[in-house]
């Protein structure tokens, strides 16, 4: 399995990822609503994560980020952190 670039959205309830999620659908960009509402320090930059591999990140994110859809926007995904959106950039192989 190779590495994926990715960007996420962490918020503390199911309920705002899921409107959060529908304001993305709407035509929100989601780098802006990171930088407001994400509450981890990758907000700052648009909710970007950089590229990683496979066990870099928690399990959650793992089984979402290589097998999603390029460029769409997957969640709520939960974790021990809190709820996530989650979105591929690119994935090698």
């Given at each position: 399995?190779?590495?994926?670039?990715?960007?996420?959205i962490l918020v503390d309830?199911?309920?705002?990822?899921?409107?959060?999620?529908?304001e993305i659908a709407a035509?929100?960009?989601f780098a802006d609503l990171?930088?407001?509402?994400?509450?981890?320090?990758?907000?700052?930059?648009?909710?970007?994560?950089?590229?990683?591999?496979?066990?870099?990140?928690?399990?959650?994110?793992?089984?979402?980020?290589?097998?999603?859809?390029?460029?769409?926007?997957?969640?709520?995904?939960?974790?021990?952190?809190?709820?996530?959106?989650?979105?591929?950039?690119?994935?090698?192989?």
């Amino acid at each position: 399995m190779g590495k994926v670039t990715a960007r996420h959205i962490l918020v503390d309830t199911e309920e705002k990822c899921q409107s959060l999620k529908d304001e993305i659908a709407a035509g929100a960009d989601f780098a802006d609503l990171a930088k407001e509402h994400s509450s981890c320090p990758p907000a700052q930059q648009g909710g970007d994560l950089g590229e990683f591999a496979p066990g870099m990140m928690v399990k959650e994110f793992d089984e979402v980020v290589f097998t999603a859809d390029l460029n769409s926007v997957q969640g709520p995904v939960q974790t021990q952190f809190g709820y996530h959106l989650l979105e591929v950039t690119s994935r090698t192989d």
